[in-house]
């Protein structure tokens, strides 16, 4: 069974770019996750969608980011316009809910570098 | 406000030896405490999992303690190897919603 998948795998990119990261959950799962991780801050939720609409997007940082997932197989996160600063490895999870307690499963993320 | 603080940052154990790293959090509607495990270049993995219904639960190596009470749980490494190398996360879950992870603890077992 194919497990989340993320991709690129590493974005190198300059400052000002726009910056799409890309991810397909598993299938049957309806519940999908970003999160973004750093050595500061640990891993951070960014946005989640439930039945592909987006539930919680307090963890997005600026107007900068925006998250969609147009079915249930496929979400983007995009950065416009990036910052050095917004460099970190971005990962997508997700999970099956409807019932209770169920583990959420990573993709091997993506490293975004902002130079 | 972190919700689950995680404790040591870091740990060096011996070949053999049982790390126990710790979790605390503060939010008691939370009703499932897991850890994960993640390799260098890869996601975490869920590793084993708890319900605050039970003080204890192993699987193989890995075991978790639970103390309601004192809103803290842990995890134990039985016969360590230099394989379980790598940072460990603890996380709690209330009903549906977003798991609230540890800032992680990075394990070293040298042989």
């Known amino acids: 069974d194919a497990g989340v998948i993320q991709s690129p795998r590493h974005e190198v990119t300059e400052m000002g770019q726009e910056v799409t990261l890309r991810c397909k959950p598993i299938?049957?799962?309806?519940?999908l996750f970003w999160y973004r991780q750093t050595m500061m801050r640990g891993l951070e939720l960014l946005i989640y969608?439930?039945?592909?609409?987006?539930?919680?997007d307090s963890g997005m940082p600026e107007d900068r980011f925006s998250a969609k997932m147009p079915n249930a197989s496929f979400s983007t996160l995009k950065i416009q316009p990036s910052e050095p600063r917004d460099s970190a490895v971005y990962f997508c999870?997700?999970?099956?809910?409807?019932?209770?307690?169920?583990?959420?499963?990573f993709g091997d993320g993506t490293r975004l570098s902002i130079l | 406000q972190q919700q689950v603080k995680q404790s040591p940052q870091s740990l060096i154990v011996q070949k053999g030896g049982i790390p126990i790293i710790n979790c605390a959090y503060e939010n008691t509607a939370f009703d499932y405490f897991p850890w994960y495990q993640q390799f260098p270049g890869k996601g975490p993995a869920l590793l084993i999992a708890i319900r605050p219904d039970v003080s204890e639960k192993k699987e193989g190596r890995f075991t978790i303690s639970f103390n309601k009470s004192a809103k803290q749980f842990s995890l134990h490494i039985r016969d360590s190897q230099p394989g379980d190398s790598t940072t460990y996360f603890c996380?709690?879950?209330?009903?549906?919603?977003?798991?609230?992870f540890g800032k992680g603890t990075r394990l070293s077992v040298i042989a």
């Open positions: 969608f439930n039945n592909n609409v987006p539930i919680d």
């Open positions: 299938s049957g799962h309806n519940s």
């Open positions: 999870a997700s999970s099956l809910e409807g019932r209770s307690n169920q583990p959420q499963h």
């Open positions: 996380a709690a879950l209330r009903g549906n919603t977003p798991l609230v």
